[in-house]
């Protein structure tokens, strides 16, 4: 069995300040050999330049591989293609295809009239245009805009159908999401890698504050674990390593292959991770 590999997502920074953050955590994290690092790409598409500008960045001053993340809001298809086209020409031939997220002080998601109106139908675009590698999202515990898990498998489905050739999740803290996941997944066919996503905690709060949103529990373990360690960062950045490593451990002992980090730009949580289970091996 070929040994495990990691990726690691960025997002684009919004000041000069946190573009030299950045840069120190790409540099930090580059020794580690990922296979690929994904940059993300704001809700209404609204870090699109900065965006572009990171990933040119990354090929043109590091031998990591980018992965460049798209969405369907806020854009024509014409636009959109135009992005992906942008994206071949510098050299990027990895797209995590979204739907992406409403824009700021918009609740739900409202299709651009002349847009994709879905990641599938962005999928399909982007694989007319050229033959992208293409990730797409998935939900261990469920989208919280869908009906039912079969719905939402139903659509991760479309996905594949339209050319995904990887399925990366959301982050989760009880493991048991991801193998019950694993599990649906494989009674409905769905034989892609599905890529365990990885969030190593560096603010409790702030964690609590965007799962809340997105749909991760919370375990009431984890809560009672970390409540409090924010005020005290050395110790909860210890429990933070610590625990992603075990999880991770699990995650490998089940035959995981790949490990993707969600590092919010900062190195010291997932190198950390990364040095307890020796990788890389």
């Known amino acids: 069995m070929p040994n495990p590999t990691v990726s690691f997502e960025?997002?684009?920074?919004?000041?000069?300040?946190?573009?030299?953050k950045l840069w120190d955590s790409l540099k930090a994290l580059e020794p580690l050999g990922p296979t690929f690092v994904?940059?993300?790409?704001?809700?209404?598409g609204?870090?699109?330049?900065?965006?572009?500008?990171?990933?040119?960045?990354?090929i043109e001053e590091t031998a990591l591989k980018p992965?460049?993340?798209?969405?369907?809001?806020?854009?024509?298809r014409d636009e959109v293609d135009q992005v992906a086209r942008n994206y071949w020409e510098a050299g990027v031939r990895h797209i995590v295809a979204l739907r992406g997220d409403p824009p700021q002080g918009m609740e739900t998601y409202s299709p651009h009239p002349q847009g994709y109106?879905?990641?599938?139908?962005?999928?399909?675009?982007?694989?007319?245009l050229h033959d992208f590698e293409i990730s797409v999202a998935a939900f261990p515990e469920k989208h919280p805009n869908s009906t039912s898990f079969d719905a939402?498998?139903?659509?991760?489905?479309?996905?594949?159908?339209?050319?995904?050739?990887?399925?990366?999740?959301?982050?989760?803290?009880?493991?048991?999401?991801?193998?019950?996941?694993?599990?649906?997944?494989?009674?409905?066919?769905?034989?892609?890698?599905?890529?365990?996503?990885?969030l190593p905690i560096g603010n409790f709060a702030q964690v609590k504050k965007f799962s809340a949103m997105c749909g991760a529990s919370i375990p009431a373990w984890l809560e009672e674990k970390f409540g409090g360690l924010d005020q005290n960062p050395a110790?909860?950045?210890?429990?933070?390593?610590?625990?992603?490593?075990?999880?991770?451990?699990?995650?490998?002992?089940?035959?995981?292959?790949?490990?993707?980090?969600?590092?919010?730009?900062?190195?010291?949580?997932?190198?950390g991770v990364c040095r307890l289970l020796n990788f890389p091996h």
């Open 10 to 20: 960025f997002f684009p920074p919004k000041s000069e300040e946190m573009e030299l």
């Open 38 to 44: 994904s940059v993300t790409y704001g809700a209404g």
């Open 46 to 58: 609204g870090t699109r330049e900065r965006t572009h500008h990171t990933v040119r960045r990354i």
């Open 67 to 76: 992965a460049a993340h798209l969405t369907c809001v806020n854009a024509s």
């Open 117 to 128: 109106r879905y990641s599938s139908e962005l999928i399909a675009g982007l694989k007319r």
């Open 152 to 198: 939402d498998i139903d659509y991760l489905k479309q996905k594949i159908d339209a050319g995904a050739t990887r399925a990366i999740t959301q982050y989760f803290f009880d493991t048991d999401h991801y193998f019950r996941f694993r599990d649906r997944l494989e009674k409905r066919g769905i034989t892609i890698p599905v890529v365990p996503g990885i």
């Open 235 to 271: 110790r909860r950045n210890e429990a933070s390593i610590n625990l992603a490593a075990e999880q991770c451990r699990k995650l490998l002992a089940a035959g995981v292959q790949h490990l993707h980090f969600y590092t919010l730009n900062r190195a010291d949580l997932t190198a």
